[in-house]
Every structure is written in structure tokens, then in C-alpha cells.
């Protein structure tokens, strides 16, 4: 049976029909990838030639002490905001140089934050322990990062979307090329939150995320409004990262959440301090997690996803659809999300737990690559008891709170000789950092503060920031 095809607009090759929306997808996204990262690189160059990249005494101690220089700068956002609150007003804005001499008030002025500096180093500290549990164990950690706590006296009960930034950041700032001179023009190092706040105003501004903007008002510096993961992700993709959100959750839940445009559309970034109200990540499209495929078991399934209507419960992804192994059976395709509902009526519901399986599962081939030898393996085929990954820690979401994990850790369940368990390893910036520090130094108690098995995961659904 010959495959039909078509060919790609951007790079005139021939693809399967199958692929060619994915590649073509693809395409957009490196585009619009592309222009972030030239835009982060104009932030950062004229700081440069005017040495703002350097803080005084001041700002290196980390002391709230703003040039007068900071007040007008909040001024000129406030004026520049009121009375714009549609994309048409932003762009104005945009036109000029309004932005650039914002930015580099910004840059002279923002403020580095505070953090409990441990000397040792976190990840460092988290691995000896995890090498010196006892039992059938094997982790994947991130490398060096961080925690950012909150405190009473800047932003306990409403900063935690912003500590687990600050987290991020100063894993990128160390670890990721080039990330010095994109993120916060060029300063190196990781700003307070007040700073942040304003990075993410002008991230608005440049027409990131306008929808959630609008439900803020455009106005977010000072202010003690939650934020999830949509404002995360447009604040990192205003410097040139890839930062995609990844839905794990329910049907029924995301159902529940739709918004009532009569359109079944849904409405992204008005709720703070939760997930986004979306059933749909932007890699949705791409990637799918309720099911494998049965032909070559791939999982998750990328690109166009295709159920039987003869055998149930059996899917295949693109690849194997187009090998006409199976043209013999019929196949309903599905090019954006899987309809958790087959053609025969039956739903699709797994339970929470098996649900929140699926977040784990993802997790662990984040962490070790879905294609090295580690994915899959036992874990008497691990050589190392705990590997360094290569990955950046994940923004990790739910309903009125966010963590960061660094990490997963997979064991042997005890009393059995087979069946295993997976744990994630989570920065809460609720906990104490010294706290963290003494119980990881001694070995003792530290499991209780980073580890997070299935069984505690009870919020019927959870979001991740892809970076």
C-alpha cells in the first residue's frame, strides 16, 4: 500500500501525511525559539558596553536599597501598562526604544537575592546520601541548584511560584551555556523577586502570554498575586528558552475545568497558585501519555496517535501506521489530545493513581533519556547506583502549590524480588534551607523533606515546565 505524502513548506522535503503537521509544527516553533534567543542577546549587549552587568556593594550584599533611578523605572511601567491592557497597546511599546532603555534601568538596578549558601553544594550533598542508602536503589539527579526559601518577612503563603524560579535559575546560570548572558541581561547572578516581577511585566510586554497578563491587569511588581506555570514559562521564554508546560491529569478533571465560551475552548493563566486552566500543554499536540504504542512500544507517543475500531484498546503511533502492517484492522487518528473515550463508548479511567504513575514514568526517562541504556533497564543493569543527568530541573505544579524536582529515584519494593517503586525528589521552598542542609550533612531525616512517592501526590492533577 504506497503512503501518501506531502511536501514540507519551509524545507520542500516529503513526508508521510501522517508527519508532515508535526514536522511542519516544528518548523514554527524553531522560528519563534530563534527570535527569543535574538531578543535576549539585544538585552544583554548593551549591558555590556555600559558595564550594568556589574552590581555595587550594595546589590552584591543583597540589600533592598534601589537607586532613586529604580522608583521611575516602576513609574514608567505603571504609566506605560495603564489603559493598554489589549496586545494592540503592548505592541505600540514595542515599536520604539521604550523597551530597551527599560531593560537597561532594570539590569542597573535589580537586586540580588538572598539565599542560605550551602558550601558543600545541595546536589552534591543529596548524592552521597542517596549512594549510602541501604536496599536495590538507583537515582537520576540534576546537577548543581540552589533551594530558595520563603520566608515571613518576603513572601511566605504567595512566593512559592517565584522561589522555584529562583531555583531554576540558578541551575541554568551554572549549568546551561550561554545562560549567563541571556537570563536578567547579562547580570550572572539570580534576582530578588521584586526583580523578577518586573522581568516578567516586560516579558508581558514583548507579548508573552497577554491572556494571562490581562487576567493580572498587566501589573504584577509589588504585589502578593499568585503565579503558576504560565507566567514560569513566559518569563523564561522571554530569554530565549524553551520552556513548554506538559498536563498530567485526569479527563474528568479537565473537563470539569473548561471554561464557558461556548467553544470548549479553554482559558489559560487565571488561576494563581495553580495549574493553568487548560486541558491541553503545548506539547500536547506532539506527545501523548495515556497509552503506548502496541506496534514498536514506544511511549510516550509522539506526533498523530491512531486507536482500532476493531481491537480494543490497541493504538499505534505514525511510524508504524505507515509501515501497512496493520492495514488489514481500521484506525481512527486523533492529531491534537487523545479522547480519553473510545468509539465503542467505554471511558477511559485509569484512577488517580495510575494517572499520577504515568507523571513518574515520564519522569524518570526525563531524567535518565528515554533512549540510553538506563530507560528501561533493571536495576540490577545499572552500573552506578546514582547517575548525574544532563537535564534541568522541572517546575512542578499543582492546585495552590509549586516544588521544583531534581530528581527521581527508582527501589525495590521490600518483601519482593520483582516489583519496584519510583520516588521523586522535590525542592519545596516551604522547608527551611538550613534545615535541608543539616539533615542532608547528617544523613538523617533528609528523606522526609526531598522525597515524594506516589501515594503523597493527592491533587487530582499536576503540571510540568519542559525546559
Known amino acids: 500500500m504506497a503512503t501518501k505524502s506531502a511536501g514540507c513548506p519551509f524545507c520542500h522535503i516529503q513526508l508521510p501525511f501522517s508527519e508532515i503537521e508535526w514536522h511542519v509544527n516544528n518548523h514554527l516553533d524553531e522560528e519563534e525559539f530563534s527570535r527569543d534567543s535574538e531578543f535576549a542577546l539585544q538585552l544583554a549587549s548593551p549591558t555590556k558596553a555600559n558595564s550594568l552587568a556589574t552590581p555595587n556593594s550594595d546589590v552584591l550584599a543583597g540589600q533592598d536599597r534601589r537607586p532613586t533611578d529604580y522608583a521611575r523605572f516602576s513609574n514608567d511601567i505603571a504609566s506605560s501598562n495603564k489603559g493598554t491592557c489589549g496586545q494592540k497597546g503592548l505592541f505600540e511599546i514595542l515599536e520604539g526604544e521604550h523597551i530597551h532603555d527599560q531593560v537597561s534601568l532594570l539590569v542597573s538596578c535589580q537586586i540580588k537575592s538572598n539565599f542560605y549558601r550551602i558550601e558543600e553544594g545541595l546536589m552534591s550533598l543529596l548524592r552521597k546520601c542517596l549512594e549510602a542508602e541501604h536496599g536495590l536503589t538507583r537515582s537520576a539527579i540534576s546537577g548543581h541548584i540552589d533551594h530558595f526559601q520563603s520566608t515571613s518577612s518576603e513572601d511566605l503563603g504567595w512566593g512559592c511560584g517565584w522561589r522555584n524560579i529562583q531555583m531554576l535559575s540558578s541551575h541554568l546560570l551554572t549549568q546551561t551555556y550561554g545562560a549567563k548572558e541571556m537570563l536578567f541581561g547579562g547580570s550572572g547572578f539570580v534576582p530578588d523577586i521584586p526583580s523578577l ?52 491529569g485526569c479527563e474528568a478533571v479537565n473537563n470539569k475545568m473548561r471554561s464557558a465560551d461556548g467553544q470548549g475552548q479553554v482559558v489559560q493563566g487565571r488561576a494563581r497558585g495553580t495549574p493553568a486552566i487548560k486541558t491541553n500543554g503545548p506539547l500536547d499536540k506532539f506527545l501523548h501519555f495515556e497509552v503506548q504504542c502496541d506496534g514498536c512500544e514506544a511511549f510516550p507517543i509522539r506526533g498523530f496517535i491512531f486507536e482500532s475500531t476493531q481491537r480494543e484498546n490497541f493504538h499505534l503511533c505514525s511510524d508504524c501506521m505507515d509501515t501497512g502492517k496493520y492495514s488489514s484492522l481500521e484506525f481512527v487518528k486523533f492529531d491534537t489530545a487523545y479522547s480519553s473515550t473510545s468509539r465503542s463508548g467505554k471511558e ?48 512542578f505544579q499543582h492546585n495552590g502549590h509549586s516544588r521544583t524536582i531534581v530528581g527521581i529515584q527508582r527501589r525495590r519494593k521490600s518483601g519482593s524480588a520483582k516489583d519496584e517503586e519510583a520516588i521523586l525528589l522535590v525542592l519545596d521552598p516551604a522547608q527551611r534551607t538550613e534545615e535541608l542542609a543539616r539533615a542532608l550533612r547528617g544523613n538523617s531525616g533528609w528523606q522526609k523533606l526531598v522525597k515524594r512517592g506516589v501515594h503523597t501526590l493527592r491533587k487530582p492533577e499536576y503540571q510540568v515546565i519542559l525546559l
Not at 221 to 239: D, M, P, V
Not at 366 to 376: A, I, L, M, R, T
Open 197 to 248: 516581577q518586573k522581568w516578567l511585566e516586560i516579558a508581558w510586554m514583548r507579548g508573552f502570554d497577554v491572556m494571562g497578563a490581562d487576567s493580572l491587569d498587566f501589573e504584577i511588581y509589588g504585589c502578593r498575586k499568585w503565579i503558576g506555570t504560565t507566567e514560569c514559562a513566559a518569563l523564561l521564554r522571554s530569554f530565549g528558552l524553551r520552556a513548554h508546560i506538559v498536563d498530567f
Open 348 to 395: 477511559f479511567n485509569a484512577g488517580k493513581s495510575d494517572n499520577h504513575q504515568v507523571l513518574f514514568d515520564w519522569v524518570w526517562n526525563y531524567f535518565v533519556g528515554e533512549k540510553s541504556v538506563h530507560s528501561k533497564a533493571s536495576l540490577e543493569q545499572f552500573k552506578e547506583r546514582v547517575i548525574t543527568s544532563q537535564q534541568t530541573p522541572l517546575y
